[in-house]
């Protein structure tokens, strides 16, 4: 009996411990562009240095209304990973190999990260698109969200 408390006790500490354990996070970035005729630059990008958004953060009210002053040199990452993609569109119009060849290296870096301990843990994606006669922006962005243990 004293064996299964003792032993109950040591499962209880080991499980708390684990769920005190702390994530970090990393962000994945696909920029891809939508633009007619084949103009226009694509990637896949993932900084290699942090930054701690309080360095640059301010709090605005009715009773303190002070602008953020914050040094844009000091939030600019220039230590990160940039892997080419390939356009959406050609001169031809829109080219599915070329979504097919992005899908091939997304995967592999989704799959590289997950061997290196990362889980995906979320998918957001937005698009400014083509909006009319004028409008020659527009890109596919999609944010990959993964997550492990803190080591």
């Given at each position: 009996?004293k ?44 900084s ?13 009210s ?90």
């Amino acid at each position: 009996m004293k064996k299964l408390v003792v032993t109950l006790i040591l499962f209880v500490f080991v499980s708390l411990s684990a769920v005190a354990q702390k994530y970090e996070y990393k962000v994945i970035t696909s920029v891809e562009s939508i633009i007619p005729s084949g103009l226009g630059r694509s990637r896949l990008i993932s900084s290699n240095d942090e930054r701690n958004y309080k360095d640059f953060t301010s709090v605005r009210s009715e009773e303190g209304d002070k602008r953020n002053k914050s040094d844009r040199s000091k939030i600019r990452v220039k230590n990160f990973e940039e892997t080419k993609l390939l356009n959406f569109f050609n001169i031809g119009g829109i080219r599915f190999q070329n979504i097919v060849a992005n899908d091939a290296v997304i995967t592999s870096k989704i799959n590289t990260m997950v061997e290196e301990g990362w889980d995906l843990a979320f998918v957001n994606s937005g698009v400014e698109s083509y909006g009319g006669k004028g409008d020659k922006n527009g890109i596919f962005i999609t944010r990959y969200i993964f997550k492990r243990l803190k080591q």
